[in-house]
Nanobody
């Protein structure tokens, strides 16, 4: 069992930066792939980034070059550094943990409650 709690969301102007954090509790944290997804109003939840138990990472094309995912297994934390934010990045951002590195929600067994990111133009 893994519990995830996101933090770091907020309101930022276009071009600005935010750093999201996700604190995990539970055993075997280092064995999980950790992903970030987002969901805007009226839209489906979409993949943002994932980091595996090895340093492999994957990003959605829409955030590649602007967002960076990282993890600290000693602290049971995963981060999403977001730069050059755009209004279309506005969404609730969710942290997820699962057994495989994937771009679809079905790869992930555990989810946080989400944190709101709003980018003003």
């Amino acid at each position: 069992q893994v519990q995830l709690v996101e933090s770091g969301g907020g309101l930022v102007q276009a071009g600005g930066s935010l750093r999201l954090s996700c604190a995990a509790s539970g055993r075997s944290f280092s064995r999980y792939a950790l992903g970030w997804f987002r969901q805007a109003p009226g839209k489906e939840r979409e993949f943002v980034a994932v980091i595996g138990w090895t340093p492999i990472t994957d990003y959605a094309d829409s955030v590649k070059g602007r967002f960076t995912i990282s993890r600290d297994n000693a602290k049971n934390m995963v981060y999403l550094e977001m730069n050059s934010l755009k209004p279309e990045d506005t969404a609730v951002y969710y942290c997820a943990a699962g057994g495989g590195v994937g771009r679809t929600p079905n790869f992930y067994n555990y989810w946080g409650q989400g944190t709101q990111v709003t980018v003003s133009s």
